[in-house]
């Protein structure tokens, strides 16, 4: 037997909660169910990166767990149980129950059979860290990513109590928010990547630059322009980073923060159109089959995958609505992004086209780079230390992302 729901939701993160809730909100009275592969716990992931440096234990980071959600939403949430498989033709999903161990104990819903099925499915999978090189299992136990709540605990722990030799690959968003908060967490930190400069897709060099002055300042050392040879254990627990460049850096952990790739696999294995961005979606949210949507991470709207915050509440405003019975558009405004980097604060919002020109001004640690086509037109900018306060200001003059 399969059970049946109107309304799947696979994924209980931002997206995912975020549309149930605006669906609730509309006064919609649909029943809802909620699947997700983890612990169904409802949080801000981009608290993820601010956590070390208040000491937050893992549990002070979840507002509220899978039960009170399905309170709160009135909606069925089945926790730590993947969806293994979609068939679109029949309308149902195929689940992978047996693959948690601690299903019928965490799980707040016990399932009568491996199959649920919906009218209508929404994708809200998000995206998967990426790994640049396999890692040899005598060294995976302290080798981590930090993509979600439970990757968070299991870091946690690791850290243990004491201040740990943390060596941090991947000089991007994500890694520098982390070498930011750890390093103000009592840690040390080593960041470790390819580019010559930090956010190297958000901040033209000098700017990139003036973030790597200010974390040598405060005693992070930088191994910039340098790809890893060996990651191997060594003495006692240690674990020794040997790079090009001939320098070996000796850690206790090992964070891996080398990008995130939509996790598509779902989609693609049922026909649905997929491309590296994302699941291929129109401005309603709706993939290439009538009764699936997608949005958050995973999706890729109108050829737009943000792959922040505010677009993803943006789609589940517009999808809650079109699902409630107004088609909705969705339209993205000129949301910059505000990197969690207090050593010195920065904001950017990179030009979707290769920039004519970058107009840059400032001195020390007060930047701001403004990129404009061959019109002169700006496209995009990004600002740092003192010039974040421009922020509002650009953000008016400059193109939407998605309009
Ligand atoms: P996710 O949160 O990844 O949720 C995906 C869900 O799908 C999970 O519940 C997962 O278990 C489930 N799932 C996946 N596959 C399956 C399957 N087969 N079966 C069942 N369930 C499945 N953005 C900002 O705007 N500002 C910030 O300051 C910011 N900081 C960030 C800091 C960090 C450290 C990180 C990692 C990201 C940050 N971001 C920030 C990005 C932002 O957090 C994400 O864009 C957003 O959380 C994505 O939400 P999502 O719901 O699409 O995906």
């Known amino acids: ?47 993820l990166s601010t956590g070390f440096a208040k000491g937050l234990a893992p549990d002070k980071l979840a507002q509220r767990n899978a039960a009170e959600l399905g309170d709160e939403l009135n909606a069925r949430i089945i926790t730590h149980t993947p969806v293994a498989a979609l068939d679109v033709d029949n309308r149902t999903l195929l689940l992978d129950a047996g693959q948690a161990p601690n299903y019928e104990k965490l799980s707040s819903e016990k399932l009568s059979s491996e199959k649920l099925s919906y009218d209508t499915l929404v994708l809200a999978t998000g995206a998967a860290p990426r790994m640049p090189f396999s890692i040899d299992p005598s060294v995976a136990p302290r080798c981590f990513t930090i993509n979600d709540l439970d990757d968070y605990r299991r870091f946690h722990q690791a850290l243990g109590q004491g201040p740990a030799r943390v060596a941090i690959v991947g000089a991007g968003l994500v890694g520098c928010e982390f070498t930011n908060d750890l390093h103000a967490g009592g840690h040390h930190v080593s960041v470790i990547a390819p580019e010559a400069t930090l956010l190297p897709r958000l901040l033209p060099a000098p700017l990139g630059n003036a973030l790597g002055d200010a974390f040598n300042e405060a005693g992070i050392r930088l191994c910039l322009g340098c790809t890893i040879d060996s990651l191997a254990p060594s003495s006692g627990d240690d674990i020794v980073l040997r790079l090009d460049n001939g320098e070996a850096i000796s850690a206790d952990l090992a964070l891996m923060a080398t990008g995130i790739t939509p996790r598509t696999a779902l989609a693609e294995a049922a026909g649905l159109s997929v491309s590296p961005s994302g699941i291929q979606v129109d401005r309603q949210l709706r993939t290439s089959h009538p009764d699936i949507y997608a949005l958050g991470d995973v999706a890729c709207v109108d050829g737009v995958n943000a792959m922040y915050v505010q677009p993803l509440q943006a789609s589940a405003k517009a999808l809650a609505a079109t699902l409630a019975g107004t088609p909705t558009s969705v339209s993205f405004g000129a949301w910059p992004i505000v990197v969690k980097t207090p050593l010195l604060p920065v904001v950017a919002y990179p030009p979707t086209t290769p920039p004519e020109r970058w107009r840059i001004e400032g001195e020390g640690g007060d ?34 992302l998605l309009g």
Request: proline share 2%; charged share 20%; hydrophobic share 40%.
């Open 1 to 47: 037997s399969s059970s049946h729901a109107a309304l799947v939701i696979i994924g209980t993160g931002m997206a995912g909660i975020g549309l149930a809730r605006a669906l609730r909100r509309l006064g919609d009275q649909r029943s809802i169910t909620l699947i997700s592969a983890d612990s169904g716990d409802d949080y801000s992931k981009p608290l």
């Open 367 to 400: 930047i701001s780079a403004l990129a404009e086509n061959k019109d002169g037109r700006l496209i995009g900018f990004a600002l740092t230390g003192g010039c974040v306060r421009r922020k509002v200001e650009l953000s008016r003059a400059a193109p939407t």
